[in-house]
């Protein structure tokens, strides 16, 4: 496992509050009151090792194939639907939306290979991630790849906690499979925009793995 460039900095911050914090604990708490010390001390080690654990890239392979779509994060699935995308396609689409807690590693990854068409980010609100207008409303990075098998949009958006958006893609660039498209931190959602009779492999409640779970095939 190694550590994500995104994190650098928030976890070089949070060490430095870390190390502060706990010399003022020990040297104004620890002769009066150790024990308020000792649980400021593994209070504060336990956030550390959090924000650490948030920015993780775990070792995993993914066997590319172009039939496959596969998961461009981890977490849950919570949305199987029917919807009509007014962004880019202009027609009705199959959503199928993961939900990201802050626990989840949050490196998003390319869910197909080939040569994006579109590349766009839309200010917005930050309702929670499984709020229904958090797709449309809330702040977003659009993503549409394509490829001879299909093409799908990919939207990457922010949430009540989630407050920023890192997308890597331009357009007319080509892009491998389980290659990284983005990260988002501290918790929110990914939709993906499939044509209508395409494959789908997974069910609501499901929980899935970047580059890893097999959403769909077309």
């Given at each position: ?16 509050i870390?190390i ?6 020990f040297?104004?708490?620890s002769?009066?009151m150790?024990?308020v ?6 209070v504060?080690l336990f956030?550390l090792?959090?924000?650490i ?5 775990p ?8 039939q496959?779509?596969?998961s ?13 995308d007014e ?10 939306s993961?939900f990201?807690?802050?626990?989840n590693v ?6 197909i ?12 609100k930050?309702l929670?991630?499984w709020h ?8 977003r ?16 958006i ?6 920023r ?13 389980g ?21 789908i492999?997974v ?11 097999v959403?769909?095939?077309?």
């Amino acid at each position: 496992m190694t550590i994500h460039r995104e994190g650098y900095k928030s976890i070089s911050i949070a060490a430095v509050i870390f190390i502060v914090l706990n010399l003022l604990a020990f040297n104004l708490l620890s002769p009066a009151m150790p024990v308020v010390a000792w649980i400021v001390f593994a209070v504060s080690l336990f956030l550390l090792l959090f924000i650490i654990s948030f920015f993780r890239i775990p070792k995993r392979t993914t066997a590319v194939n172009e039939q496959f779509i596969y998961s461009p994060c981890d977490g849950k699935v919570v949305v199987i639907e029917e919807v009509v995308d007014e962004e880019y396609f202009k027609d009705k689409r199959i959503q199928l939306s993961v939900f990201m807690s802050p626990a989840n590693v949050h490196v998003n990854v390319n869910p197909i290979a080939g040569e994006v068409k579109y590349s766009q980010y839309h200010k917005g609100k930050y309702l929670v991630a499984w709020h229904p207008k958090s797709s449309t409303e809330n702040e977003r990075h659009s993503v549409v790849l394509s490829n001879n098998c299909t093409t799908i949009l990919v939207k990457q958006i922010a949430g009540a906690l989630a407050k920023r958006i890192v997308n890597y893609l331009q357009p007319s660039q080509k892009v491998e499979q389980g290659g990284e498209l983005g990260f988002i931190k501290f918790g929110s959602r990914v939709d993906l925009l499939l044509p209508v009779g395409t494959k789908i492999n997974v069910k609501l409640g499901e929980k899935v793995q970047a580059g890893v779970t097999v959403l769909a095939e077309c």
